[in-house]
Structure formats: C-alpha cells, structure tokens
T-cell receptor, first 115, second 109 residues
Framework: DTAVSQTPKYLVTQMGNDKSIKCEQN?????MYWYKQDSKKFLKIMFS???????INETVPNRFSPKSPDKAHLNLHINSLELGDSAVYFC??????????????FGPGTRLTVL | GEDVEQSLFLSVREGDSSVINCTYT??????LYWYKQEPGAGLQLLTY?????DMKQDQRLTVLLNKKDKHLSLRIADTQTGDSAIYFC?????????FGTGTRLKVLA
C-alpha cells in the first residue's frame, strides 16, 4: 500500500523520558511534516523538511529534534518529556515544496501520553 | 495574523444538509482546502477550491467561497452517518499550511 506510516500508534511514557516516533512515506514525495494535535483537536505545524533539509521550525522547544535520514523518512525525537507534550502527533507528506499549493497526505497519528 | 476559525460543533439529522463554515485571514492562498478526520485517523483531503472561484460542486459536496469576506463553507447534501467526523478548512500561508480549529459533525440517525 502506498501511504504515510507512523510507528508506534500509541506511546505511553513517564515524564522526563526520551522517546522517538518514526515516519515513512512511500509516495515519492519531496516534503514531509510533523504536526501536533492537542486535546481540543487544534492542529499545529511543528516542522517541515524538503528533500532532507529543514524548512520550517515553528518555534518548537529544542527538546524536539526531527531527523530526516532520507527523503522518505522523517523521525521525531523528544527529550525530557513533559506532561504538556501529551497529544497526537501526525506525520504528513506532500508531492511538492511549500512554494506551491499541493495536497498533504497524513499518517494515522501517534497518540503520546506522558504520565 | 494567521488564524482560521470554525465553529466547533454541528449536529444534523441523517438525510439533512450540513453546512460547515470557516473564516480565514490570509488572502494570498491559491487554493482553500477541506480535510476530513475520522475517529482515530489522520486527515484526508476532501475537496478544494481555487481562490478565483466562487463555487465548486463535487457530488454531495458544495464549496462556496466569498473572497471579499474571507469566508469559506462546505455543504454536505443528504448527510449520512458515515459523514460523522471532524472537518478542517485549511489555507496555505506564506510558508506553511494553516488549519482551522476543526468542526465536529455529528449525524443523528
């Protein structure tokens, strides 16, 4: 299946831990994103990468470090997890860069719960 | 600012029409989008409208755009229980996509 996939789907962890979320797209897209959706369902962009290069860092704390080993992967590592990091994290990709309008394809989300 | 506002909830009876409204701020977006999020899933593009158009019809969906008032609406005709979801409008700002606050549509049987 061609899609955007994320692992894990659920992540429950203690405050202060470090965790990673992985994302892969096999759509051949150039641009990948991380979004955070809070409990009220508000969706905010966190990062955008185009061909492995960081394009957007939307004033996200530096405890969050994205890594793009290649065009098809964008992983998110979070250090020293805080209660406020609890949310659903969505990876997305789009065929073109941000200079042009184009559809975003979303992964199924990773629900992170910090205890 | 870059705010995209929507009413948070809408409840309709099966078979009725649903109208979901959105106001946006950035008038430079070439397209305006509607995404649908079903429970436990990511967002999926439902439809979009070119910013020079007033209306777009796509089967049961009608998108209306009032560019002067920066108002976008999505009408779903003959709403079905499978339409229950959260609907997000979105625009493309200068360097990022901005999503609305989301409208949770509940369809009553």
């Amino acid at each position: 299946d061609t899609a955007v996939s994320q692992t894990p789907k659920y992540l429950v962890t203690q405050m202060g831990n470090d965790k990673s979320i992985k994302c892969e797209q096999n759509l051949g897209h150039d641009t990948m994103y991380w979004y955070k959706q809070d409990s009220k369902k508000f969706l905010k962009i966190m990062f955008s990468y185009n061909n492995k290069e960081l394009i957007i860092n939307e004033t996200v704390p530096n405890r969050f470090s994205p890594k793009s080993p290649d065009k098809a992967h964008l992983n998110l590592h979070i250090n020293s997890l805080e209660l406020g990091d609890s949310a659903v994290y969505f990876c997305a990709s789009s065929p073109l860069g941000l200079a042009e309008d184009n559809e975003q394809f979303f992964g199924p989300g990773t629900r992170l719960t910090v205890l | 600012g870059e705010d995209v506002e929507q009413s948070l909830f809408l409840s309709v009876r099966e078979g009725d029409s649903s109208v979901i409204n959105c106001t946006y701020t950035d008038s430079s977006s070439t397209y305006l989008y509607w995404y649908k999020q079903e429970p436990g899933a990511g967002l999926q593009l439902l439809t979009y409208i070119f910013s020079n158009m007033d209306m777009k019809q796509d089967q049961r969906l009608t998108v209306l755009l009032n560019k002067k008032d920066k108002h976008l609406s999505l009408r779903i005709a003959d709403t079905q229980t499978g339409d229950s979801a959260i609907y997000f409008c979105a625009e493309k700002g200068t360097y990022k996509y901005i999503f609305g606050t989301g409208t949770r549509l509940k369809v009553l049987a």
